[in-house]
């Protein structure tokens, strides 16, 4: 009867591995096999699925942010790069090692409202209000696959998400808090993205992603070291998107009015040094005189 029984489940297990076009195993084989199978599918799923949620909890916190819900915001974008952080170590771990993503994902820019607050600082020193929705899509052709070597860019979208979503809270309450952190997401967005600039295979496509994240991480930084009065940062973050010649007109407009407003608040804090040195030259000639 255990006989029979072994025969009858070789026999199933067998059929199975002609879809795979492997034969003539012994049958502790042929179970490792279908087991490791089914394991990897079921890690694909897992992982599709773990996928799916992070897109859902991005798109969601963005619309958070767009209705002044930051709080909420913030949680959502922080369980997505919780959930991004295990997909990593799934594509790292040996089990998974050749499992890839079903679907590639694509990037779309959400402009957030313009600040209600009449006295935020964006109100006239612009900063880069554009978050960023995550979409799946089955075309080669369009978007990126989220891969061990291009995971570093999804780390880029959902931190540069959570660094926005903090920044424009402090610019509602005009800096009444400590903008620290802030810099601090938006240093850890630029790192991500240099995690893999040493691959040269990456698709173009990828390289644009990249660039505009950048460019909007340096912008906002720029805005944070003009309220902190550290004008030398200022320059060095506008100069470094600058030097994009491929910039839209609208954003090397913003740029350049906050490059004017920059070198028009240098010129007076110059102006109020020159003033105060003139003030101690005199009381240091009275002094003198005495």
Known sequence: KTS????????VVLEHLKTWKIRNL???????????????????????????QIFDKN???????????????RKAFKAALLLHGLVVEQ????????????ANIQLETCPIPES??????????????????????????????????????LTAVLT??????????????????????????????????????????????ESCYRATIAMGAFMNMGAIF???????????CFGMILKNKELEVSIRDNVLTNLFLLQERMAEERQIELCKEQERKLKLKELEEE
Not at 172 to 177: K, L, P
Request: glycine share 2%; proline share 3%.
């Open 59 to 73: 798109n969601a916190a963005v619309e958070h942010v767009c209705h002044g819900r930051y709080k909420e915001a």
């Open 226 to 236: 003009y309220e902190e009065g550290k004008l030398e940062k200022v320059e060095n």
């Open 91 to 102: 594509q790292a771990s040996k089990i998974n090692d050749n499992i890839k993503s079903a």
């Open 26 to 52: 012994p049958l502790t084989s042929c179970f490792c096999f279908l087991i490791w199978k089914i394991e990897k599918t079921n890690l694909q799923e897992n992982q599709n699925t773990m996928m799916q």
């Open 160 to 205: 540069f998400n959570l660094s926005l979503a903090y920044h424009i809270e402090c610019d509602f309450e005009c800096y009444a808090s400590n903008p620290v952190r802030v810099l601090e997401f938006y240093k850890r967005t630029l790192k991500a993205i240099q995690m893999d600039s040493l691959n040269k295979k990456r698709p173009l496509r």
């Open 116 to 153: 209600t607050n009449a006295t935020s600082p964006s109100l006239s020193f612009y900063m880069y209000r554009h978050a960023f929705l995550i979409s799946t899509s089955e075309d080669d052709s369009s978007g990126f696959a989220v891969t061990e070597t291009s995971s570093a860019c």
């Open 4 to 11: 029979r029984r072994k025969c009858s489940i070789k026999k």
